[in-house]
């Protein structure tokens, strides 16, 4: 089975730290994603990786940067907390998108930030 | 703009209820869907991914289809259980790779 880690369940820091989110896959997987899941907003792409060193825009990247310097880690760093950046957020991978056949989508349990 | 609408927002049955979950996309253009199980405070969970030359998938209880054409998918649970109290998502995927997300429905499953 998949493996997505995400190294911390629950954290809390202060308006203006630099944070640091860690999510590892074990299978080799090319492309990885991170979103946040908001209530009333759903879950929003905020970046995606296609491979090592490759790195996309998703639908709200303001306020958040990306590292990917292995294939199976991919880092989300909010550069300067704010309170508007409390949420959950969730990794996850997959194989590379293949046209019409494609692998399933898999997911970090989810690290809940909260900024104060 | 891709939108996906998930129908009812919040549904509560008795266990052993046989259930529909809808899912519905206002581009027919899309290549897969696939279905989530979320528990609170969890991750998605992947449950069926319906490839774009299929109709339906089906996994143990659950049974998903998929009708591109009116843009509308359905997750269909049978003999439902209070271990099914869950949100349920469904996601579409777009000929760009992109996925696109529902807000969910809540499951409860009443013993």
């Known amino acids: 089975d998949v493996k997505v880690t995400q190294s911390s369940r629950y954290l809390v820091k202060r308006t203006g730290e630099k944070v640091f989110l860690e999510c590892v896959q074990d299978m080799d997987h090319e492309n990885m994603f991170w979103y946040r899941q908001d209530p009333g907003l759903g879950l929003r792409l905020i970046y995606f990786s296609y491979d090592v060193k490759m790195k996309e825009k998703g639908d709200i990247p303001e306020g958040y940067s990306v590292s990917r310097e292995k294939k199976e880690r991919f880092s989300l760093i909010l550069e300067s907390a704010s309170t508007n950046q409390t949420s959950m957020y969730l990794c996850a991978s997959r194989i590379p998108f293949s046209g019409s056949y494609n692998s399933p989508l898999h997911f970090g349990n989810g690290t809940r930030l909260t900024v104060t | 703009k891709q939108e996906v609408t998930q129908i009812p927002a919040a549904l509560s049955v008795p266990e052993g209820e046989n259930l529909v979950l809808n899912c519905s996309f206002t581009?027919?253009?899309?290549?897969?869907l696939q279905w989530f199980r979320q528990d609170p405070g969890k991750g998605l969970t992947s449950l069926l991914l319906?490839?774009?030359?299929?109709r339906e998938q089906t996994s143990g209880r659950l049974n998903a289809s998929l009708d591109k054409s009116s843009g509308r998918s359905t997750l269909y649970i049978a003999a439902s259980q209070p271990g099914d109290s869950a949100t349920y998502l469904c996601?579409?995927?777009?000929?760009?790779?992109?996925?696109?997300f529902g807000a969910g429905t809540r499951l409860t499953v009443k013993p």
């Open positions: 581009d027919s253009a899309i290549y897969n």
């Open positions: 996601a579409v995927i777009k000929p760009s790779g992109d996925m696109r």
């Open positions: 319906i490839q774009s030359s299929q």
